[in-house]
Each structure stands twice: as structure tokens, then as C-alpha cells.
């Protein structure tokens, strides 16, 4: 069983930088994986925004991140970071994240993997809030 513990959110105003964090247990982080972050706003669907991927090393955003934040991990400590700067009001959601292992790079279909397998096991943690004023 998977299991994910974020962390990091908060109240900004707006141009303001958060970094949000990933602990990951469950598998075995020696093996290759993919972490990926989400984000829920009122009303709206779980959307992918990064994810990246031990294997090779790649990274993968979301183009409405408008290269804002930043995805890295450090694997000595089972952690997954999403740095986020230069924060708009619409970034304001739950932000969660999603581990599996994988050998694949980081893609976009890697994070639609990743939201069916942790919706079909309901392994979503709490998610950690952040919330941009203007």
C-alpha cells in the first residue's frame, strides 16, 4: 500500500512562493519511480500539474504552470518537492500527490496513470492547502 504525506502549503499574496513537500512510503524508493503532484480547486477536478521521474531523471509541467514551479526529489530521504513561485490567485486549490513505481520517464500519461491508480486504490492523502490572495 502506497502512502503519501503532503506537506508545505499556506496563505500568500500573490507573487509570493510556497514550497510544498511529498513523503512517500510503500514501495521501494531504490527501485525507479514517478512521483507526481495534483491540485483540486472549489469545484474543479483533480488536475496533474508535474510529476518526475527517477529513472532517467525527467520532469514533466503542466503548461498552465507557465514554468512558475519546480519539481525535485531527494531520495535519501523519500521526499518529493514542488517549489512554487511567482503564485496567481488561481493556483489557490488542495494540492496533493501521487507515487508509483515506474521505469518510464515523466510524462503527461504518467500522471493520468498515476490519478487512476490512486483513485482505485484511494491512496490520496489529505492533500495541504494553499491559498493566493490577490
Given at each position: 500500500?502506497?502512502?503519501?504525506?503532503?506537506?508545505?502549503?499556506?496563505l500568500?499574496q500573490?507573487?509570493g512562493?510556497?514550497?510544498?513537500?511529498c513523503?512517500?512510503?510503500?514501495?521501494?524508493?531504490?527501485?525507479?519511480?514517478v512521483i507526481?503532484?495534483?491540485?483540486?480547486?472549489?469545484?474543479?477536478?483533480?488536475?496533474?500539474?508535474?510529476?518526475?521521474?527517477?529513472?532517467d531523471?525527467?520532469?514533466?509541467?503542466a503548461?498552465?504552470?507557465?514554468?512558475?514551479f519546480?519539481?525535485?526529489?531527494?531520495s535519501?530521504?523519500?521526499?518529493?518537492?514542488?517549489q512554487?513561485?511567482?503564485?496567481?490567485?488561481?493556483?489557490?486549490?488542495?494540492y496533493?500527490?501521487?507515487?508509483?513505481?515506474?521505469?518510464?520517464?515523466a510524462?503527461f500519461?504518467?500522471?493520468?496513470?498515476?490519478?487512476v491508480f490512486?483513485?482505485?486504490?484511494?491512496?490520496?492523502?489529505q492533500?495541504t492547502?494553499?491559498?493566493?490572495?490577490?
Amino acid at each position: 500500500e502506497v502512502h503519501v504525506v503532503e506537506a508545505g502549503g499556506g496563505l500568500v499574496q500573490t507573487g509570493g512562493s510556497l514550497r510544498l513537500s511529498c513523503a512517500a512510503s510503500g514501495f521501494a524508493f531504490d527501485d525507479d519511480y514517478v512521483i507526481g503532484w495534483f491540485r483540486q480547486a472549489p469545484g474543479k477536478e483533480r488536475e496533474g500539474i508535474s510529476c518526475i521521474s527517477s529513472s532517467d531523471g525527467t520532469t514533466y509541467y503542466a503548461d498552465s504552470l507557465k514554468g512558475r514551479f519546480t519539481i525535485s526529489k531527494d531520495s535519501a530521504k523519500n521526499t518529493v518537492y514542488l517549489q512554487m513561485d511567482n503564485l496567481e490567485p488561481e493556483d489557490t486549490a488542495v494540492y496533493f500527490c501521487a507515487a508509483d513505481s515506474s521505469r518510464l520517464g515523466a510524462t503527461f500519461l504518467q500522471l493520468v496513470r498515476l490519478r487512476v491508480f490512486f483513485d482505485e486504490h484511494n491512496y490520496w492523502g489529505q492533500g495541504t492547502q494553499v491559498t493566493v490572495s490577490s
